[in-house]
Each structure stands twice: as structure tokens, then as C-alpha cells.
């Protein structure tokens, strides 16, 4: 098997043919040199009522990738953490109080990485974050 790249639309469309024509989805990975669950993976993430499209399938893909770092909150829900923030309370007390509140996602690290966008550099003496401490990973 190759390193894993995405299915290109040739790909997609050797499924479709193949799917027509009858052969399984193992012999269909063999061809294209894939894993079966990946063949199996995209004919089921990617069928319609009754068949596999090609055409469809590349489309929804095309929308999954560039919809993958869209910002999963709203702009309220940044004003919330930015005024938290400015009462000088540490990403990881805000996001404790965000799970308590319901919030789902909000995490100490995606604090830190909203931070970071915003300044452009490192926390210590930025734009009135110098009180946070220096943030690194714990893995």
C-alpha cells in the first residue's frame, strides 16, 4: 500500500465504472492500490439513494475540505472568551466554566491557539495577556 493520499477524481470515477461492473469493493482496492476500508468508506460516505457518483462524491469532498478548519464557534462565543480574558481569567478556568455552562469543544488549548491567532506572537506582554503563563503542549 502507498502513504495515504486523498482519492483524486480518476479515482473516484474507477470506482464508479467498477462498482457498474460488478466487482467488490476488495477487488476495486486491489486495482487502485488502497486499503479496502477506504474504498468501503467512500462508496458508503458517498452514495446516493441507489448508486455510487463519482460527479457527487468529488463534490462532497471538495465542500468536507474546505469546510475542515472553518471555526466550529461563533463570534458571540469568542466576545464571551475575549471578556473572560479581560477579567484575567486563565484559558483553563474559562474552559472549565465553558463545559459547565454546555459549551462543547471549548478546550485550554483552543484558547491558547485563539490567542496566538489574535496577537501574532508569543502570550507574555501581548496586548494585555502578559499575566498568562507560557503556554507548550503537554504531549
Same mark, same amino acid.
Given at each position: 500500500?502507498?502513504?495515504?493520499?486523498?482519492? /483524486?477524481?480518476?479515482?473516484?470515477?474507477? =470506482?464508479?465504472?467498477? +462498482?457498474? %461492473?460488478?466487482? $467488490?469493493?476488495? #477487488? *476495486? &482496492?486491489?486495482?487502485?492500490?488502497?486499503?479496502?476500508?477506504?474504498?468501503?468508506?467512500?462508496?458508503?460516505?458517498?452514495?446516493?439513494?441507489?448508486?455510487?457518483?463519482?460527479?457527487?462524491?468529488?463534490?462532497?469532498?471538495?465542500?468536507?475540505?474546505?469546510?475542515?478548519?472553518?471555526?466550529?464557534? /461563533?463570534?458571540?462565543?469568542?466576545?464571551? =472568551?475575549?471578556?473572560? +480574558?479581560? %477579567?484575567?481569567? $486563565?484559558?483553563? #478556568? *474559562? &474552559?472549565?466554566?465553558?463545559?459547565?455552562?454546555?459549551?462543547?469543544?471549548?478546550?485550554?488549548?483552543?484558547?491558547?491557539?485563539?490567542?496566538?491567532?489574535?496577537?501574532?506572537?508569543?502570550?507574555?506582554?501581548?496586548?494585555?495577556?502578559?499575566?498568562?503563563?507560557?503556554?507548550?503542549?503537554?504531549?
Amino acid at each position: 500500500m502507498r502513504p495515504y493520499t486523498h482519492l /483524486s477524481k480518476q479515482d473516484r470515477l474507477c =470506482i464508479e465504472q467498477k +462498482l457498474q %461492473e460488478g466487482y $467488490s469493493l476488495s #477487488q *476495486i &482496492a486491489r486495482m487502485l492500490n488502497r486499503h479496502p476500508s477506504t474504498i468501503s468508506r467512500e462508496v458508503r460516505r458517498n452514495k446516493l439513494v441507489r448508486h455510487y457518483s463519482a460527479r457527487h462524491a468529488h463534490e462532497e469532498a471538495r465542500a468536507r475540505r474546505k469546510n475542515a478548519n472553518a471555526s466550529k464557534f /461563533s463570534e458571540v462565543l469568542w466576545s464571551e =472568551i475575549s471578556h473572560a +480574558l479581560a %477579567e484575567r481569567l $486563565s484559558p483553563e #478556568q *474559562i &474552559a472549565g466554566r465553558m463545559r459547565l455552562e454546555g459549551y462543547k469543544g471549548v478546550c485550554t488549548q483552543t484558547i491558547y491557539n485563539y490567542i496566538r491567532r489574535k496577537s501574532g506572537i508569543s502570550l507574555n506582554g501581548i496586548r494585555g495577556f502578559f499575566w498568562l503563563p507560557s503556554w507548550s503542549a503537554k504531549r
